[in-house]
């Protein structure tokens, strides 16, 4: 099947301007250009694009997508199987995060009885995936022996992160400045806080999910874009 870039555009529910913006970054060439000018695609371009919207829908850069999709190693199979696992894995999270919204609701209404422990059992669950569970129920009681005086000290360090994060960004400061080092310093000793056994390539590895996961570059950017992107860059660069 062939495609004028209009009826491709329509079929896949973006505009002819974002198609030509792919032709231009070479992240998504026509399979020819006709006499008059036209783009017209093919069933390889289709395929391609299929791609290239998967992976924007996962938060992926076009300049990262550009880098998957064009590596001569690209298999289009296995992405689509890596495709099915993150989304099922995905409705999975969202599945038991509805639950416990649904559980705190009746419980705030009176209908029935929930636990400290329920409350929080859809983000034990996913910290232990990423974590181990072993890790996280170590985390969990660590952070319930706390007292009232520390836990707010806790949150207090957590604001001036965020705090000098957002000055950071306004203002033009870089990861590799003297003030990166003490925000990631800063981040350190709160996350310090939680974890067992603190290690730097912990630490490295958490950073990087504030900008691989969009919940976390959210809560990060929720008043500055950027303040996740920069508190990944300081941590990688002075978390050694």
Not at 152 to 179: C, H, P, Y
Request: proline share 1%.
């Amino acid at each position: 099947m062939e495609y004028s870039i209009k009826e491709l555009a329509r079929i896949a529910g973006i505009s002819t301007r974002t198609l030509r913006y792919y032709d231009e970054i070479g992240l998504l060439k026509p399979a020819y250009i006709n006499e008059a000018g036209y783009r017209f695609y093919g069933s390889d371009e289709v395929a391609v694009l299929q791609q290239i919207l998967f992976y924007r829908e996962r938060g992926l850069e076009l300049k990262t997508i550009g880098r998957i999709i064009h590596d001569k190693d690209f298999d289009m199979l296995s992405a689509m199987e890596e495709h099915l696992l993150e989304l099922e894995n995905e409705k999975a999270r969202t599945e038991a995060l509805i639950e416990t919204v649904k559980k705190t609701i009746e419980h705030m209404k009176g209908e029935r009885e929930m636990s400290d422990m329920e409350k929080f059992q859809a983000f034990r669950e996913e910290a232990a995936e990423k974590y181990g569970e072993e890790e996280v129920n170590a985390s969990y009681e660590k952070m319930s022996g706390l007292t009232g005086a520390e836990l707010e000290q806790w949150k207090d360090l957590e604001k001036e992160i965020l705090s000098r994060l957002e000055e950071a960004v306004k203002s033009g400061i870089g990861a590799d400045t003297e003030e990166g080092k003490e925000i990631a310093q800063l981040h350190r000793q709160w996350l310090s806080v939680p974890l067992k056994q603190y290690t730097p390539e912990m630490h490295r590895g958490i950073a990087a999910m504030y900008v691989c996961d969009e919940r976390f570059t959210k809560y990060y950017d929720r008043n500055v874009s950027g303040c996740a992107q920069l508190l990944k860059d300081a941590v990688h660069k002075w978390i050694i």
